[in-house]
């Protein structure tokens, strides 16, 4: 039967460094590769995302811009692409059901990455839980389509003022347009012109210093009356300060309204005027026979209508007033003559 050999403590320590060797090793490559941490602390999550952008399995996961974990599966689920990925347990209380996922870069241009915004306000996921998912605010994708739908209103624009459409196509196109234009931007330099050599209104305004001081007078004038009625000076600072004046106003425009109800209430001869129907009429007819009247006398009816309108029938009593005056002197002039009286006694 053959001897068992026992072993060494040269071949023991062989054995030991080894061992060792490899768990230093280990350690140097979790050290390397961050604060992912061994594999008893880390957690999975997932989430879904539209497009996985160029994320593959390795990129990097991270927390406010620390590098936490590693993504390990990128799966199509239906119309979503559902991204695993391992994080490290001490940040399990700053991903909760209020953070959110976005797609990342590490550069620019680089390896993509998963970006998780820290919410400590909502309650944790579990394991395998669901991290909700957003929309990355700026990728390389999005720049490059709304710089091609810029390129393409760009295009569209310039068709569009070449064929003449449009205020600055037409300006482009159309040579009447362009003179009405050549000649608006003359009159333009005319009236500037004219301003700055002083004439009219704005030229003096700007260039004469005396049409400055009557304008800046004005103006001093019209502060001093705004703080006179301020003060209640005048009849219109008393309306507005003194309430004595306002109580008068108030009086007369209450008394005015009495006098116009007692008007509407047909109350004296103006009231009556205004809502007796009788006199109205009364006072119509007596306007009708006065219109007649005059009518009459313009058409030379009657003794007076024909004074008016019979030359000759003025004439002679014009001559009989003359006449009569010319007699009244005579009398005076000799009464004996033309007042004699005889006394006869029987």
């Known amino acids: 039967m053959p001897r068992t050999r026992s072993l060494a403590w040269s071949e023991l320590r062989i054995g030991v460094l080894t061992i060792a060797a490899i768990v230093i090793a280990a350690l140097l490559i979790f050290s390397i590769t961050g604060s992912r941490g061994f594999f008893w602390q880390r957690y999975p999550l997932k989430t ?21 974990g590693t993504v390990r599966s990128i799966d199509l689920v239906g119309e979503q692409v559902e991204v695993g990925f391992e994080v490290s347990k001490s940040v399990r209380g700053r991903i909760t059901d209020q953070s959110v996922a976005t797609l990342g870069s590490v550069s620019l241009l680089g390896q993509a990455a998963v970006d998780i915004k820290p919410a400590t306000a909502g309650a944790p996921i579990p394991d395998n839980g669901y991290v909700p998912s957003a929309k990355p605010k700026g990728s390389i994708a999005d720049v490059s389509e709304a710089a091609q739908t810029g390129i393409d209103q760009i295009t569209g624009l310039v ?9 600055v196509g037409k300006l482009m196109t159309d040579d009447r347009l362009y003179a009405e234009l050549q000649r ?22 700007v260039t004469d210093p005396q049409t400055v001081n009557a304008l800046n007078g004005s103006l001093k004038n019209l502060q001093d009356m705004t703080a006179r009625i301020n003060s209640g000076e005048g009849s219109l600072g008393k309306l507005l300060k003194d309430e004595a004046f306002a109580n008068s106003l108030s009086g007369a425009t209450s008394n005015l309204q009495t006098l116009t109800g007692r008007l509407n209430s047909g109350e004296g001869t103006a ?35 024909q004074l008016l309108k019979d030359k000759q029938l003025y004439e002679n009593m014009n001559k009989t007033v003359v006449e009569f005056q010319q007699l009244l002197e005579q009398i005076k002039k000799d009464p004996k003559h033309y007042l004699n009286v005889k006394v006869s006694i029987f």
């Open 48 to 68: 879904t995302f539209t497009d996985a952008a160029g994320l593959t399995s390795g990129s990097p996961v991270r927390v406010a811009g620390v590098e936490v």
């Open 159 to 167: 068709k569009d003022v070449r064929a003449g459409r449009g205020t």
């Open 184 to 205: 608006f931007v003359a009159s333009a330099n005319d009236v500037t012109n004219t301003i700055k050599s002083g004439r009219g209104t704005l030229g003096k305004l």
């Open 271 to 305: 009231g009556k005027l205004l809502n007796d129907t009788a006199l109205y009429d009364r006072l119509n007819q007596l306007t009708t026979r006065l219109n007649d009247v005059v009518t009459r006398l313009n058409d030379g009816e009657g003794t007076v209508g």
